[in-house]
């Protein structure tokens, strides 16, 4: 039988003499392993499909619940973010986050859509800025929503100056309610601004709002993603 579904490459390992394993994000089957034949032989037509961050219709063959890949057409290669290390590390943390998030059989078309949506910004745009908006997102997705209300869920009170922000629930609090982790008013309003799908401009508010979503991250899947650690590293 064969499936053609949209799809984002999200891991690619060498097997064999020629081939590779790769992990696909795909619209229709959720994350999935799928075998490409011959694709490291020297001219293969299809390499370009084996190459991480690689968004594309793939034509896959299935048998006994294996996958093959048959063909492919591309619709993005990202080819930008191999010139911007930064750029690599959060398209990197972006891959692994939806191999943490997705699994086989969900469906996971919301997920390839913010993700490629993801891939794209980073060409060209602050990183860190690219990556709280795709946070929101995934994390929305995966049923974790944040939340940043104008008032304090606890007093009702206008939110402003320190806050807490709460890893259990996802929620904005004011300085005195709550148990919240403490946050500063640029990470609520960087956090306030990808709620509305708006990259926020200032790059203390976005680095201060990815080191605050990946905790609520890591509190919410149990893992702790590699690359960002990479990712602080770097930007
Ligand atoms: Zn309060």
Do not use: W
């Amino acid at each position: 039988m064969e499936i053609k579904t949209d799809a984002l490459v999200l891991r690619s390992t060498d097997v064999g003499e020629n081939d590779r394993m790769i992990t696909l994000l795909t619209a229709d089957l959720g994350k999935i392993g799928a075998k490409m034949k011959g694709v490291r032989k020297a001219g293969a037509k299809l390499g370009f499909a084996a190459q991480p961050f690689c968004f594309a219709e793939y034509v896959l063959a299935e048998k006994s619940g294996r996958y093959t890949v048959v063909s492919a057409s591309l619709h993005d290669g990202f080819f930008p973010l191999r010139e911007d290390l930064a750029a690599f590390y959060a398209a990197a943390a972006i891959s692994e986050c939806c191999d943490l998030l997705a699994f086989e059989g969900m469906d996971s078309r919301a997920l390839l859509v913010y993700a490629a949506d993801a891939l794209e910004k980073l060409c060209g745009n602050d990183p860190a800025a690219v990556l709280v908006l795709f946070l929101i997102r995934a994390l929305a997705f995966a049923g974790y929503p944040v939340r940043a209300e104008e008032t304090c869920p606890y007093c009702k009170k206008k939110l402003f100056g320190r806050m807490r922000f709460e890893l259990s629930c996802g929620a904005f609090s004011c300085g005195g309610c709550g148990k919240g982790v403490p946050a500063s008013e640029i990470t609520y309003s960087a956090v306030r601004s990808a709620l509305k799908g708006e990259l926020f401009p200032e790059r203390d508010g976005n680095l201060r709002a990815l080191r605050l979503l990946s905790a609520y991250f890591s509190e919410k899947t149990g893992a702790e993603p590699r690359s960002f650690t990479d990712l602080f590293d770097m930007i």
